[in-house]
């Protein structure tokens, strides 16, 4: 349970950085939807997708 609770922070973690990225450069006179395009493309959400699954594929039977 420790392992899950340790990603679950560190996901987190990611998270705010992300947010907080986007908000200072929304701050600096980006759009928002610059701001957040670096998060929104396909090999970003690839890439998420596939730690989730070797994140999930530990607790297979």
């Known amino acids: 349970m420790e392992k899950i609770d ?8 990611v998270r705010a950085v992300r ?3 986007v908000e200072q450069r929304i ?3 980006q759009s928002a939807a610059d701001a957040e395009a670096e998060f929104l493309t396909d090999d970003h959400f690839e ?5 989730i699954c070797s994140q999930l594929k530990q607790y297979e039977g």
């Open 27 to 29: 701050a600096e006179g």
């Open 19 to 21: 947010r907080e990225t």
């Open 47 to 51: 890439a998420w997708y596939q730690d």
């Open 6 to 13: 340790e990603k679950i922070s560190q996901s987190g973690r």
